[in-house]
Structure formats: structure tokens, C-alpha cells
């Protein structure tokens, strides 16, 4: 799954590179829209909202549609100038966007589909407060999270409906973070802000330039991007020891609750005590 912040920045990507542009053409490799023309239609602008992509177009009689793509595991958007040559396969192509200034090209897109931009609340609706948008609301997520004590509070922190934009390696990091293990029944956990607030900072940090790093300083800089040090606490680093502790960081799974998919955590045995 993508993190929020690599959803945030390829919607970025792509508003700076089409908002007012005008398509010249448009080809939608899914059979439910093959036969969709937004030739002549105006791409207006292109938000995130959690892991999804919205891109809203103008069309005849001032029509609105919405392109919605989500990244799903190898979902990528890539923009080209004009006619550029593609730096992945072909075949690959599920979006084809040209217009004078760039081309877009969506490859592997794990879901494409076009809607009425009056309808985009069928799709999203469902999100809980986004981490990265205007209408993040910590109270609300808060009482999402809440209303299942039991969950483990790694499953609840990825589930979207709870609170968008945190993927696999920002629930790791901040459950380590609050030295709390990612199978920790909500209930047990006192302090849920903080670590919201911490996965917000991650996320937030990661929004410009550079290589995705977990660790900052006190003052908030993400001293993991210097060269030779570590990006992240716990989030891949089995066997290496904690940062804080020495400990060797421990891999395991977790899911299975509401037929979610079981995935990797990473945590440390000691700062993180395994819940009894
Ligand atoms: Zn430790």
C-alpha cells in the first residue's frame, strides 16, 4: 500500500503539470472505459484525499467528471513532456493523458475509474479525517479508532476509514514512536493523539524532496537522510538493533481482523513489549 505522502506528492506532480490544461486526447486501458473520449475536456485540478487519487475534469455544458486511480501496491503516475518516451513498459498503461504541455501516463493503477465529480462521495465517503488534508479532525479520528477497543491499534491506524493516509511503514514507525506493540488493543493505549500527531509530522516531513526517512531531530529535521545514517526506527531493519535500546528490531505479522490482509509489522522487544 502507498503511504499518504506518495499519493500527496504525485497528486502534486500532476496538478502543477495539467490544471487548465485541455486533454487532446485521453485513453482509458480498462474495459468499463475503453470508449471514454475526454478529448477537448479541461483538467481542472488534482487532489489527494487519503490513498486516493481525484483528478476532476471539465467538460460540454460545463459537465464534471472525476478520474479516480488509487496505487493500490504498484500503481505509479509519471509525467512526460509532450510525446516523451515512457520509462516503464507499455503494457503497463492503464491512463493515458496528453494535453500541450504533458503527457500523464498511469502504469499499474490499481483501480481507475471515472465518476461523476457530483458522485465522488460514493468513493470516498467512507475516509476517515486525512492525515494531509484540509479537514483533518484528530477528535473524530480519535473516536473512529475508539469505537473498536479490541482492534489492535496497527490495524486500526491502517484502516482508512478510521483515518486516511497511513500505510505499513508510518504505523510501524510511530507505534515505535510511543513505545507502543503494534498488536496493543486500542484500549490499552492511553495516548492516541500523540501518536496520530506523530504519523501527521512523518507524513508531513516526507511531503518535499528526498528519500522517505522517519527520523528527525528535536526540532523536526529528518536527520535520517544524512548519509550512513538509518531512515527508520524499526520499519525493515529485522535483526538490526534499536536506535534507542540496542535490542534487535523483531518482524511480525498482523491483520486478520475484519478479513483485513495480514501484514509485516516491525517493532522493538524491548521499548515496544509485546502485549500479554
Ligand atoms: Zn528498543
Redesign the pocket.
Known amino acids: 500500500m502507498p503511504e499518504g505522502d506518495s499519493v500527496w506528492r504525485a497528486a502534486n506532480q500532476l496538478h502543477q503539470a495539467l490544471a487548465g490544461q485541455v486533454l487532446l486526447a485521453s485513453d482509458f486501458r480498462v474495459p468499463r472505459f475503453a470508449t471514454l473520449n475526454l478529448a477537448g475536456w479541461t483538467i481542472i485540478e488534482v487532489v489527494p484525499r487519503g490513498k486516493h487519487l481525484l483528478m476532476r475534469v471539465a467538460g460540454p455544458g460545463d459537465k464534471r467528471l472525476t478520474i479516480h486511480s488509487h496505487l493500490k501496491m504498484e500503481g505509479t503516475w509519471q509525467v512526460y513532456p509532450p510525446g516523451g518516451k515512457w520509462r516503464k513498459p507499455g503494457y503497463t498503461a492503464r491512463c493515458v493523458l496528453r494535453t500541450k504541455a504533458a503527457d500523464a501516463v498511469g502504469f499499474s493503477l490499481g483501480l481507475l475509474e471515472v465518476v461523476a465529480t457530483a458522485d465522488e462521495d460514493s468513493i470516498v465517503g467512507f475516509l476517515g479525517p486525512d492525515l494531509l488534508g484540509p479537514d483533518w479532525d484528530p477528535d473524530e479520528a480519535e473516536r473512529r479508532v475508539r469505537a473498536a477497543p479490541e482492534i489492535p491499534v496497527g490495524v486500526a491506524l491502517l484502516d482508512q476509514r478510521n483515518l486516511a493516509g497511513i500505510g505499513n511503514i508510518y504505523r510501524c514507525e510511530a507505534c515505535f514512536l510511543s513505545g507502543v506493540h503494534p498488536a496493543t488493543p486500542v484500549s490499552d493505549v492511553a495516548d492516541l493523539g500523540t501518536m496520530m500527531t506523530d504519523a501527521k509530522q512523518l507524513l508531513e516531513v516526507n511531503l518535499g524532496p528526498g528519500r522517505r526517512v522517519t527520523i528527525l531531530n528535536a526540532r523536526g529535521m529528518p536527520v535520517g537522510r544524512m548519509a550512513g545514517r538509518p531512515g527508520y526506527w524499526v520499519y525493515r531493519r529485522e535483526h538490526q538493533p ?1 536506535l ?2 540496542g ?1 534487535p528490531i523483531r518482524r511480525g505479522l498482523l491483520g486478520r481482523h475484519n478479513g483485513e490482509e495480514e501484514r509485516d509489522i516491525y517493532f ?1 522487544p ?2 515496544q513489549p509485546v502485549p500479554s
Request: hydrophobic share 0%; aromatic share 0%; net charge positive.
Open positions: 534499536c534507542k535500546c535490542t522493538c524491548q521499548c
